[in-house]
């Protein structure tokens, strides 16, 4: 059990539709990063957060957004949706942004139809 | 960019074979180097990490040598168990700046009792 959850587990949105993905870190972790896993493929990096403020950023387009609460917890937020997007989410907390362990939760499956 | 490729194709073999998943990556400076396993319906678990050239890491019976001179991190089990199967990924993390992770696409091994 790492501590990570993520919430919904599953999620069915249209095309064009907005999204929000929800992620509970680990206790005493202050760094959240999502990542994108489309089926078959490996994770990409989608951004971090690290004590609130977004610490870099991978190869996604803006309609990708997140936030970092005071308390550490994250949300990934996706507007105008394409049948692309259709894939699993995954949240990965860590302590820091240096040389630690990133414990990830189950993930959020999002379809697109 | 930093990259991480690996074998094609998903992996069958017998309960108590050798297994090998070959692992390859392409990087600046000297990255930190993950097996990941990811069980059906779950998210990612770290399975073991090497930081530095020449170091083995190892745990439930896998191992991977970082090998710098050829910039793998082959992943060996001696005597795999139906237990065993599921997906996994190699992935590598810059010793600086966020830690972010770059993952390969994923191996689905599947043992057959």
């Known amino acids: 059990e790492t501590g990570v959850t993520q919430s919904p587990t599953h999620l069915i949105k249209t095309r064009g539709q907005q999204v929000t993905l929800r992620c509970s870190s680990q206790?005493?972790?202050?760094?959240v990063s999502w990542y994108q896993q489309a089926l078959g493929q490996g994770p990409q990096f989608i951004f971090q957060?690290?004590?609130?403020?977004?610490?870099g950023r991978g190869n996604f387009p803006p309609r990708f957004s997140g936030l970092q609460f005071p308390n550490y917890s994250s949300e990934l937020n996706v507007n105008a949706l394409e049948l692309d997007d259709s894939a699993l989410y995954l949240c990965?907390?860590?302590?820091?942004?240096?040389?630690?362990?990133?414990?990830f939760g189950q993930g959020t499956r999002l379809t697109v139809v | 960019g930093d990259s991480v490729t690996q074998m094609e194709g998903p992996v069958t073999l017998s309960e108590e074979a050798f297994l090998t998943i070959n692992c390859t990556y392409t990087?600046?400076?000297?990255?930190?180097l993950f097996w990941y396993v990811q069980y059906p319906g779950e998210g990612l678990q770290l399975l073991l990490k090497?930081?530095?050239?020449?170091d083995k890491g190892s745990n439930k019976g896998f191992e991977a040598t970082y090998r710098k001179e050829t910039t793998s991190f082959h992943l060996e089990k001696g005597s795999v168990q139906v237990s065993d199967s599921a997906v996994y990924f190699c992935?590598?993390?810059?010793?600086?700046?966020?830690?972010?992770?770059?993952f390969g696409k994923g191996n689905q091994v599947v043992v057959i009792p």
């Open positions: 990965a907390s860590s302590l820091g942004v240096g040389n630690t362990e990133a414990f």
């Open positions: 206790s005493g972790h202050n760094t």
């Open positions: 957060y690290y004590r609130e403020e977004e610490n």
């Open positions: 990087a600046t400076g000297y990255p930190s």
């Open positions: 090497a930081t530095k050239a020449d």
């Open positions: 992935a590598l993390r810059r010793q600086e700046g966020n830690n972010r992770l770059a």
